[in-house]
């Protein structure tokens, strides 16, 4: 097989457990299963978190929420960000519930509903200057979204912009959400489920917590860039991990020079390997010459330019190394390990880019329980 990445179903459960540990009685969990789950397989993720107890799934397009629903037919969906109106008629079909970003958004979702109440949540920006309603001028918009005839107003939220780095931006994002929330109340408005935050605010705000979280990232094993220098984030077990197949073993003469435009010039005689991944699997071009990966009980280099199918690899020093071998993208091997973070940080970029980048040729193989079964 050319590339493959194996999900640990089993990593997925304790790290759901983890995050359980933080909260109190109550608080639910919304799961954020867009872009494929993280990349990690959006039915097979969805469906494993509704037997941990997760009802709530958080997703980007229309076409995820009805994935989701045929994946876990009685999950609560919510579509984050604006409600483009050619949508409106899926997302009510499939049952899911919309996030509304402005009055505009509410009356075209009042006018699908007729009669019928529709829940929907809304989005207030504190502060990300993203989607939402202005908190300035949230107070007399919500009060108008609640008073439109078939909108149950269900849940309200926002949205941190830097949790994992600027606890005094965050704090003041937390108080003009509070501030709203009070100023609601006062007029008799008191959505039931009320939610702000992501992984970072889970661990590091616990006042933000609400009637539900939605942690992204931790989720799926990865807080390195978002819990940095909290004990708790050695705690989490990455879920995914990726696989390239070698294709081909070759010698380089000394001045041989590798892939596209040359950059890589041998000095010496060399053993390269080509794997069976490129930029179209993934592996981000900007990781030329600068990536690794581990082979043949090595890390082994990248040698020049990242094609759209292949990648080049120093073994020189390695074990020796034929066409059928297994190496290590990310993962371990033995007392070595290559993580998404590192990759990111070598490619110029963050994981969850690394992640939400692998692509359909790219196979999923999920495995449970600690001895590694087939799920």
Known sequence: MRTWVEIRLDHFDHNLRLLRRQLEPGVEVLLPIKANAYGHGLPQIAQQAEKAGVRWFGVASADEAVAVKEAVPHARVLLFGPLPPDDIPTIRSCGATPTLCSLEEARAW????????????????????????????????????????????????????????????????????????????????RPPIV???????LFRNPETHGTMVRPGIAAYGIPGEVLSGLAVAEEFRPVLSWFGGVVQVKQLEPGDTVSYGRTFRAERAMTIALLGVGYADGFLRTLSNRGSVLLGGERCRVLGAVCMDLIMVDVTGAQPVAPGDRAILVGSDGKDRIGIVEVARRAGTISYEVLTRLGPRVARRFRDDEGGREA
């Open 110 to 189: 009042s006018a699908a509903g007729n009669t019928d109440p529709l829940s929907a949540h809304v989005e207030i920006d504190t502060g990300m200057e993203r989607a939402g309603v202005d908190w300035r001028r949230a107070s007399r918009v919500v009060r108008d979204i609640a008073a439109l005839p078939g909108v149950q107003l269900e849940g309200i939220y926002t949205h941190f912009a830097s949790a994992e780095s600027d606890p005094e931006f965050t704090v003041e994002q937390w108080r003009r959400f509070e501030s709203l929330l009070q100023s609601l109340a006062s007029g008799g408005i």
């Open 195 to 201: 939610h702000a935050s992501n992984s970072a605010a």
